[in-house]
């Protein structure tokens, strides 16, 4: 099973921004598609983005465009989600997975334990 580790969650008022971070505990994510998931308080997981390691494409759910930017950075080991314009329906724990067929498709079997994002006044 890979490691991953999230980080960059916490309380935020609603309009402003984040950065999430996932980097691997001990292997490369250049050699996996990584996406990011979120759970909020009494729903279903949902999937938020996904970017996958061969050309480095990327793929959001219909809803989150615009608001959520997936990067990712191997010089450092890490794949970032940049949200903007947060909302309080933005607060769920956010949790990235690895990918081991590359191309941002099921299943995820690796996932970090993840942040947690919190949007209040």
């Known amino acids: 099973q890979l490691q991953l580790v999230e980080s960059g969650g916490g309380l935020v008022q609603p309009g402003g921004s984040l950065r999430l971070s996932c980097v691997g505990n001990?292997?490369?994510?250049?050699?996996?598609?990584i996406a990011w998931f979120r759970q909020a308080p009494g729903k279903e997981r949902e999937a938020v983005s996904c970017?996958?390691?061969?050309?480095?494409?990327?793929y959001y759910t219909d809803s989150m465009k615009g608001r959520f930017q997936i990067s990712r950075d191997n010089a450092k080991n890490t794949v970032y989600l940049q949200i903007h314009r947060l909302t309080p329906e933005d607060t769920a724990v956010y949790y990235c997975?690895?990918?081991?067929?590359?191309?941002?498709?099921?299943?995820?079997?690796?996932w970090g334990q993840g942040t947690q994002v919190t949007v209040t006044s």
């Open positions: 997975a690895a990918d081991h067929t590359g191309l941002c498709a099921p299943p995820d079997d690796d």
């Open positions: 001990g292997f490369s994510l250049d050699n996996y598609a």
């Open positions: 970017i996958r390691n061969d050309d480095g494409d990327t």
